[in-house]
């Protein structure tokens, strides 16, 4: 069962317009949650990277939040661009064990004129 | 610039073929890592290596190999054991850090088919 849970599947928005994708985990203990950004056919590229005391983080029009005690976060992105459209995947890390990430299947993103 | 190389970025394998990825990184970063992505599920681990001359299996190795002779190169091999290769492989770094805060950073990936 993935432990790493995202929505909306995918989204379709028009451009200019916001939006917020979902992550939901039930990774324990936690260590840290990162949030990345995948265009079609191209490698995973970071956004945004929150420990457990950290409950919200920004990258230019990226905004990601975090609730460890729901263990819930959202990835706002503001004012979209056509270049925004690619695959946010939410990853959760267990502490003390760098290589084991647990990856979200992801969002599809498009954002259309 | 600084980054992860991955090649070819299109691979054919026949029945019965190995075949080896390359991915090579000039980041100075202990750990290398490869993962498979399927379309509709999340990456799953396939191998990682801290170190040099060091490596560990991640959750689905069976009929893949690797090798760490050098830091910068983490190369993939999958064998005539592996069943169903078609994939999308990724080859990450990072800095190893046992809290693993440290972010890692993705090749652009291979897309690996069945002729």
């Known amino acids: 069962k993935n432990q790493v849970e995202q929505s909306p599947q995918s989204l379709i928005i028009l451009e200019g317009k916001n939006c917020t994708l979902q992550?939901?985990?039930?990774?324990?203990?936690?260590?840290?949650l990162r949030w990345y950004k995948q265009d079609t056919g191209r490698g995973p590229v970071s956004l945004t990277i929150?420990?457990?005391?950290?409950n919200t983080k920004s990258n230019g029009r990226y905004t990601a939040t975090l609730d460890a005690d729901t263990k819930q976060s959202s990835l706002h992105i503001t004012a979209s661009q056509l270049s925004d459209s690619a695959s946010y995947i939410c990853?959760?890390?267990?502490?003390?064990?760098?290589?084991?990430?647990?990856f979200g299947k992801g969002t599809s993103l498009l954002v259309t004129p | 610039d600084g980054g992860i190389t991955q090649s070819p970025k299109y691979l054919f394998r026949k029945e019965g073929q190995n075949v080896t990825l390359s991915c090579e990184q000039n980041?100075?970063?202990?750990?290398m890592y490869w993962y498979r992505q399927d379309p509709g599920q999340g990456l799953r681990l396939i191998y990682y290596?801290?170190?040099?001359?060091?490596?560990q299996k991640g959750d689905i190795a069976e009929g893949y190999s690797v090798s760490r002779e050098k830091k910068e190169s983490f190369p993939l091999t999958v064998t005539s054991a592996q069943k169903n290769p078609t994939a999308f492989y990724l080859c990450?770094?990072?800095?190893?850090?046992?809290?693993?805060?440290?972010?890692?950073?993705f090749g652009d990936g291979t897309r690996l088919s069945i002729l």
């Open positions: 990853v959760v890390s267990v502490s003390n064990s760098g290589y084991a990430l647990n």
């Open positions: 980041l100075n970063h202990d750990a």
């Open positions: 290596s801290q170190i040099v001359n060091d490596f």
């Open positions: 929150m420990t457990f005391s950290e």
């Open positions: 990450a770094s990072s800095i190893f850090e046992g809290g693993g805060n440290q972010p890692q950073h």
């Open positions: 992550c939901n985990y039930t990774v324990s203990p936690f260590s840290n």
